[in-house]
Each structure stands twice: as C-alpha cells, then as structure tokens.
C-alpha cells in the first residue's frame, strides 16, 4: 500500500538499502505497452512473433523504444530512493527484422541493439551515479567489458551450486576481478544440480566476489542463521581485501585434484585470505601442501 517509496523508506529506517529486479527489455503481450505499440518489438512483417517466457523483446534499435524504456526506469529509480537495480534479459532474440531499414541492412540490427542498450544504460548511470547496477542475462550472458562499463558487477551465472560455481568463478577470474562477480549462499538441496552443500562451503565459496543470499532465511535454523551472522561478519573483516587484493588461483578444481584453493593478498603484502575447498573424498588420497604466492 502506498507504492514502492514508503516500503523502501521503512527499510531505510531499519538500517537496510533496498533494490529491484527489472527485465526491460521484454514485453508481455497482455501489457499496457504492447497494446499501444505492438509494432515496437522485434518482428518481421508479415510473418507470427514467437513468444518466450511468455514475452516478446522490444526493439531497441528504434529511438523511440530507448527513450521510452529510459524515462520508465528513472521514473521508477526517482520515486523510489533505490540503491541497487539488477537489469536482467532472459530472452533469446528471435524474428529478428528492423521494419526502418531496408532488406538489404536487416544485419545492422544486432549492432544497433546493442547500442541502443549501452545508451540507455549510460543515460541512467549518469542520471543515477549512486545506483550500483548488476547486469544479467540468463546468468552470465552479458560478462562482458562493455557491459563492465555501465554494470560494475554482473551476475556470474544462474548455476548457484556451490560445487560448481568454484569451476565457473575459476574461470571467470581468468578475464574479470572477483569484484565485478555475483556470487552468492543459495538454498540446499541446490535447485539445479541436487546437490547439498554445507552452509559453511556455500559460504567460503561466495565470499570470491559480491558475497550474497538468496534464500528464505525464515526456513533456516537458529544454528545456520548464527552461521550466515558469522559468514556476514567474516565478509565485512576481508572485503576490502577481497574487492582490492591481489587474486591467486592454486588449484583449478576442474584437472580432477577434487581439490579448490585460492588466495587473496593485501597490496601491503600484510594479510593474506587463503580459501581450501576439499570437494570430494577420496581414501588414501595424496597430500596436498599448498604454495602462497604474493608473499614476498
């Protein structure tokens, strides 16, 4: 009742920032927007629009369909007082045409979208510089430099079990900081995967990069609730470390030592965060010592 500012402002009360999770660039059929202006998402005359997610993608290669989806955004980040705005896209392009060129230029569309999108995203980083926004396109689709440069942290993949997400972070590292990785503690048995993981692993395996939840805490125990407490704490102790540090990687989990490690290391060289992840047991298995870097 009341809209999104008094809710966000109880919030802020209590002490807690609050955002939102938008998809803009996809429009439902049964909208507002797509009964005033069917003919602003992706089409080709003549032919059916194919929905997925139950949704079309509006064709941000058109001006008009960029400033639109502008001055609904702010409209939103204005009146409300949010500071976070994930900006996810969870829709393959398809029936692909651009109705405004000719046939012989239908190819420049791809470009085009993805210019019409960096405008758009660039007008409301300017319009809100305090506004920390995540990109996300059905996980890491969009890990990317360019979409760095308007999304400091993108979401690193919708696969948030913890055994995995060790390989995929791994990987990640190669190109990009752990501060631009969303990872975070997710519910058990993992709902992709199956898998259980303890809280604590979960835990040490999210504090890689943007150390999150997404879970029901209501669902969680007294002793996995002072867990998560003691996980928040351990976080805000080697943030700073961990966002500005040097990264080593010590073991790749994914050349079969069933093993995970990784270090982070003061630009001081006066504290070091040394992560050691046994992932699966094995008798009678080798010892494994491990070599710091970065120390010296």
Known sequence: PGGLKPLVGKLREMGLKSGIWMEPEMVSKD??????????CLHIEGRPCSTGRSQYVLDLARADVCEYLFEAVDQVLSE?????????????LTEVGFVLLGTDRQGEIFHRYVLGLDQILGRIVRAHPDVLIEGCSGGGGRFDPGMLYYCPQIWTSDDTDAGERMMIQYGTSMVYPPSAMGSHVSACPNHQTGRTVSLHTRGMTAMTGGFGYEMDLGKLSLEEKE???????AYKQYA?????GDYFRLVNPDEGRDICAWEFVSNDKKKVLVHYVQMRGRANGPLNILQLPGLL
Do not use: C, T
Request: charge should be positive.
């Open 31 to 40: 909208s507002q927007l797509y009964r005033k202006h069917p003919e602003w």
């Open 80 to 92: 409300s007082g949010f500071a976070y705005l994930k900006w996810d896209m969870n829709r393959h």
């Open 227 to 233: 867990e998560v407490k003691r996980q928040i704490e």
């Open 240 to 244: 700073e470390l961990i966002m500005h």
